[in-house]
């Protein structure tokens, strides 16, 4: 019986407001950080959104203690004292332009944005690979799968477990861009890029 009222005491109603912790982020880049005193996940993304004029919600994550990553969720998440949040943000012109006949459909980063994306994450991250493929044409097998190592820890970092399929397909074109020895040609469905992939992570087996 106690244990029960300490966690009904913990979660947040809309009476019982709790301290959070939320990074906000525009364009994608970090901002600020901040301790908020709020009553539910709304109430923070319209605390945060508050502070900055011009700019539209994108999408809010939660620090998942199972996984110990940061997660997509939605505005009517559980919210309780102490949890971390980022929330991201993104400016008018930032934002992709749809006609009536994309409304439906997922958008994504253009394939040379991605590629201009991927490049600079592996020079970050893993300058050796990029060097690698200058001098050899190639990559070795253990460069291979660092290759795709990195790239599904910033497809998780970035959108979950669970990215959009846009995302995961800039994401094989800006791979076989940069490295077109890794096209795989799927007999009359196109190329793609295969490669088996951890568990409880994103595949990145696409026909482009």
Avoid: W
């Amino acid at each position: 019986m106690m244990q029960s009222d300490m966690e009904t005491k913990d979660i947040a109603l809309e009476s019982e407001p709790v301290k959070v912790l939320a990074t906000l982020f525009k364009n994608e880049k970090e901002c600020s950080r901040n301790i908020y005193t709020v009553n539910s996940a709304k109430h923070l993304i319209n605390t945060a959104m508050s502070e900055q004029p011009g700019f539209a919600f994108d999408r809010v994550q939660k620090h998942n203690s199972d996984f110990k990553e940061f997660v997509d969720v939605d505005r009517n998440v559980e919210i309780k004292n102490f949890d971390r949040f980022k929330i991201f943000i993104s400016s008018a012109e930032a934002l992709p332009q749809r006609n009536a006949g994309e409304a439906c459909q997922i958008q994504h980063v253009p394939v040379s944005d991605e590629l201009g994306g991927l490049q600079s994450l592996l020079q970050s991250k893993t300058p050796e690979i990029l060097e690698e493929h200058k001098r050899t044409g190639t990559l070795k097998i253990d460069s291979r799968r660092h290759l795709v190592k990195i790239c599904l820890s910033q497809l998780v970092e970035k959108h979950g477990f669970h990215p959009p399929s846009a995302e995961k397909l800039a994401l094989a074109k800006g791979i076989i861009t940069t490295f077109p020895f890794l096209r795989v040609h799927f007999d009359s469905n196109g190329d793609g890029f295969v490669t088996k992939r951890p568990k409880q992570q994103p595949n990145l087996c696409f026909k482009l």
